[in-house]
């Protein structure tokens, strides 16, 4: 009975949400398009001919508000390239290139680098999270696993001058992650959007400049 009025109040709150209605009137796939684009007007990240690679993009709100900033009217072109990846098929955008399969593969890498024609990426993103158990040791490393293959991709796929920006969440192994971060980037800044909900102890960090990029 309570995880049915836990559903019932989550159902309420995302139907009232005003991220939800703006992102149902603007077109984007999830509220979270806001969370990106608050981060993007804070720290300029995109910008256009750049080269942006979103991993675990799906439902791909990310991708959509990345291709916004590159290009004018949607189908129309853009000025730069975004590659989209995910293991979950994802409905296309336009404009977008993706790839459906698991970004630390050799062969959908290879995928990637031919799509790119070489090129490196001035911009990763990664919105991903594990699908959490409530078992809070168990959910941190799934957090701080994800996070370390999105470094792992930026340090091999990433122009050296260029940025990652990751979800956390400001819990267990946070610090951990914090310390990773400022171990492979000059410059390292924790981010909490407004249209990230109160409860949620999601948080972004953004990492600007690689010290040792593969």
């Not at 049915?4 to 005003?18: C, G, Q, S, V, Y």
């Not at 608050?38 to 291709?67: F, M, N, T």
């Not at 959490?132 to 091999?156: C, K, M, N, Q, T």
Request: proline share 4%; with cysteine; net charge positive.
């Amino acid at each position: 009975m309570a995880k049915k009025k836990l559903n019932k109040n989550w159902l309420h709150d995302h139907i009232n949400d005003p991220y939800v209605k703006l992102a149902q009137k603007e077109g984007y796939r999830a509220r979270a398009a806001y969370k990106l684009k608050e981060i993007d007007e804070e720290e300029k990240l995109i910008r256009p001919g750049q080269v942006i690679v979103d991993l675990g993009a799906a439902p791909g709100s990310w991708s959509q508000y990345a291709r916004s900033k590159l290009s004018g009217k949607e189908g129309g072109g853009i000025n730069g390239t975004v590659v989209a990846l995910d293991l979950l098929p994802m409905e296309p955008i336009a404009d977008v290139l993706f790839i459906q399969g698991d970004f630390t593969d050799d062969a959908i890498l290879a995928e990637l680098d031919r799509q790119l024609g070489g090129r490196k990426a001035d911009l990763v993103l990664s919105d991903m999270a594990p699908n959490l158990s409530g078992i809070a040791v168990s959910d941190a490393a799934r957090v701080e696993y994800l996070i370390e293959l999105a470094i792992e991709f930026a340090r091999h796929h990433m122009k050296p001058d260029g940025a990652l920006l990751v979800k956390c969440f400001n819990g267990r192994g946070y610090n951990e992650i914090v310390h990773r971060f400022r171990a492979e980037f000059k410059t390292v800044i924790s981010k909490k959007p407004k249209a990230s909900r109160d409860k949620s102890s999601e948080i972004f960090l953004l990492g600007k400049i690689l010290k040792n990029p593969a």
